[in-house]
C-alpha cells in the first residue's frame, strides 16, 4: 500500500475523511485486521471526533482535557472492553500518520482506559450445557434447523470456536474427521480437535440441509439458504436461555468460555488450552485459572501429600 504524504502540520487536517480512509486500508492491508475490526475502529474513531468537533476541539494536536472529557461520556455509558477499544483505534489513528517521522509524534502515553477491575468470565455448568443442548430439539423448528443448531453449538462448546468461525466453515471441510484447521482473528491459523459427538453434529446437520451449497460455500444456512449470520446464533441461544431460565450471561461466547473452563476443571494444561482458544498471550488464556477455583481446592486436598485426609 502506498502511504500517504506527510503533511506539513504532522497532524490530520480539519477535513478528515480521506485520512479516515487510508488509515483503515492500512488496518486491513497491514495490520490484517478483519473487516469486522476495521468497521468498529473506524466506528469507534468517528464517536471521537465527532465529540471533538461538538466541543469545537481541534483534532490536532491531542488535548489531553478533551480526551478526559471524552473519557467521562464513555464511563457511564459503555463496557471497559468498548472503552479499551476505541481507546485503542484513537491511538492507532494518531500513531499511524506519525510512524515515519517519530520526532513528530506527540506524547499520547496518557491516552489510557481506566483500570480494569478483576472479572471472571462466567461459563455456564456442565449441567446448564447439557440443558441447553438438550433444548435445541424441542423447538417447533424444522428437522434440518434443530440439527444446524445443534451443531453450531457444538462447535462452539465441542471445539471453543467462536462465532465467526464456527460460521467461516465451508462445506469441502466436511465431513469432520479428527482435526479442524481453522483461521481465527489476525488470520492466524490452528488446528483443533474434533470429538466424535462433535463430527457426527456436524455430518448431521450438512446431511439435513435442504439447500446445497458448493464446496467452498460456507456450510451452515439460513432458513432462505443464505449464509447463516452471527446475530441469528445469538438471538438462537437468547431463545434456549429464556427457555430455560438461564442467567443472561449464557450467550454464544460463554460456550466458549464453557469449553475453557471444564477443561480446566478437569486438569488440562493452559498452555494447550492457550493452543486450542487461538489466544495470543497465557495472559488471556490465565484468566480460567480463577474460574473452577473451588474444584482446585478440593483437587488440593485430595491429592497433596501434607493432606489431613491422607493422615
Same mark, same amino acid.
Given at each position: 500500500m502506498?502511504?500517504?504524504? &506527510?503533511?506539513?502540520?504532522?497532524?490530520?487536517?480539519?477535513?478528515? /475523511?480521506?485520512?479516515?480512509a %487510508?488509515?483503515?486500508?492500512?488496518?486491513?492491508?497491514?495490520?490484517?485486521?478483519?473487516?469486522?475490526?476495521? $468497521? /468498529?475502529?473506524?466506528?469507534?474513531?468517528?464517536f471521537?471526533l465527532?465529540?471533538?468537533?461538538e466541543?469545537?476541539?481541534?483534532?490536532?494536536?491531542?488535548?489531553?482535557?478533551?480526551?478526559? #472529557?471524552?473519557?467521562?461520556?464513555? !464511563?457511564? /455509558?459503555?463496557?471497559?472492553?468498548?472503552? @479499551?477499544?476505541?481507546?485503542? /483505534?484513537?491511538?492507532?489513528?494518531?500513531?499511524?500518520?506519525?510512524?515515519?517521522?517519530?520526532?513528530?509524534?506527540?506524547?499520547?502515553s496518557? &491516552? *489510557?482506559?481506566p483500570?480494569?477491575?478483576?472479572?471472571?468470565? *462466567?461459563?455456564?455448568?456442565?449441567? =446448564?450445557?447439557?440443558?441447553?443442548?438438550? @433444548?435445541?430439539?424441542?423447538?417447533?423448528?424444522?428437522?434440518?434447523?434443530? *440439527?444446524?443448531?445443534?451443531?453450531?453449538? &457444538?462447535? &462452539?462448546?465441542?471445539?471453543?470456536?467462536?462465532?465467526? =468461525?464456527?460460521?467461516?466453515?465451508?462445506?469441502? !471441510?466436511?465431513?469432520?474427521?479428527?482435526?479442524?484447521?481453522?483461521?481465527?482473528?489476525? $488470520? *492466524?491459523?490452528?488446528?483443533?480437535?474434533?470429538?466424535?459427538?462433535?463430527?457426527?453434529?456436524? +455430518?448431521?446437520?450438512?446431511?439435513?440441509?435442504?439447500?446445497?451449497?458448493?464446496? %467452498?460455500?460456507?456450510?451452515f444456512?439460513?432458513?432462505?439458504?443464505?449464509a447463516?449470520?452471527?446475530?441469528?446464533?445469538?438471538?438462537?441461544? =437468547? #431463545?434456549?436461555?429464556?427457555?430455560?431460565?438461564? $442467567? +443472561?450471561?449464557?450467550?454464544?461466547?460463554?460456550?466458549?468460555?464453557?469449553?475453557?473452563?471444564?477443561?480446566?476443571?478437569?486438569?488440562?494444561?493452559?498452555?494447550?488450552?492457550?493452543?486450542?482458544?487461538?489466544?495470543?498471550?497465557?495472559?488471556?488464556? #490465565?484468566?480460567?485459572?480463577?474460574?473452577?477455583v473451588?474444584?482446585?481446592?478440593?483437587?488440593?486436598?485430595?491429592?497433596?501429600?501434607?493432606?489431613?485426609?491422607?493422615?
Amino acid at each position: 500500500m502506498t502511504e500517504p504524504a &506527510m503533511r506539513s502540520d504532522a497532524g490530520p487536517p480539519s477535513d478528515t /475523511a480521506p485520512w479516515l480512509a %487510508d488509515w483503515q486500508s492500512w488496518l486491513s492491508a497491514e495490520k490484517r485486521f478483519s473487516d469486522h475490526t476495521c $468497521d /468498529a475502529y473506524g466506528r469507534d474513531l468517528s464517536f471521537y471526533l465527532s465529540f471533538l468537533s461538538e466541543q469545537k476541539a481541534r483534532v490536532y494536536p491531542p488535548n489531553r482535557l478533551m480526551f478526559r #472529557q471524552w473519557l467521562a461520556t464513555q !464511563q457511564s /455509558a459503555h463496557s471497559h472492553a468498548t472503552i @479499551a477499544r476505541r481507546i485503542s /483505534a484513537i491511538r492507532s489513528f494518531y500513531r499511524f500518520y506519525h510512524r515515519r517521522s517519530p520526532e513528530h509524534l506527540p506524547d499520547i502515553s496518557w &491516552m *489510557k482506559a481506566p483500570k480494569r477491575p478483576h472479572t471472571i468470565p *462466567k461459563a455456564p455448568t456442565k449441567q =446448564e450445557m447439557s440443558s441447553l443442548l438438550d @433444548a435445541v430439539f424441542k423447538r417447533p423448528l424444522a428437522d434440518w434447523q434443530n *440439527k444446524r443448531d445443534f451443531a453450531v453449538l &457444538m462447535l &462452539m462448546y465441542g471445539c471453543g470456536l467462536r462465532i465467526s =468461525e464456527v460460521l467461516s466453515i465451508t462445506v469441502s !471441510q466436511t465431513p469432520l474427521i479428527d482435526w479442524l484447521r481453522i483461521t481465527g482473528k489476525g $488470520d *492466524k491459523a490452528r488446528d483443533v480437535p474434533v470429538l466424535p459427538a462433535v463430527a457426527r453434529a456436524v +455430518e448431521a446437520a450438512r446431511e439435513s440441509c435442504p439447500f446445497r451449497p458448493e464446496r %467452498d460455500d460456507v456450510l451452515f444456512r439460513s432458513s432462505r439458504g443464505s449464509a447463516l449470520n452471527a446475530r441469528a446464533v445469538q438471538r438462537m441461544t =437468547e #431463545q434456549l436461555r429464556l427457555s430455560l431460565g438461564l $442467567d +443472561e450471561t449464557t450467550t454464544p461466547h460463554a460456550l466458549r468460555h464453557a469449553f475453557a473452563t471444564h477443561l480446566l476443571g478437569n486438569g488440562g494444561d493452559l498452555r494447550a488450552i492457550q493452543e486450542l482458544l487461538g489466544h495470543a498471550s497465557l495472559s488471556t488464556t #490465565q484468566r480460567y485459572t480463577s474460574v473452577d477455583v473451588e474444584h482446585l481446592r478440593e483437587l488440593h486436598r485430595q491429592i497433596h501429600p501434607r493432606s489431613a485426609k491422607k493422615g
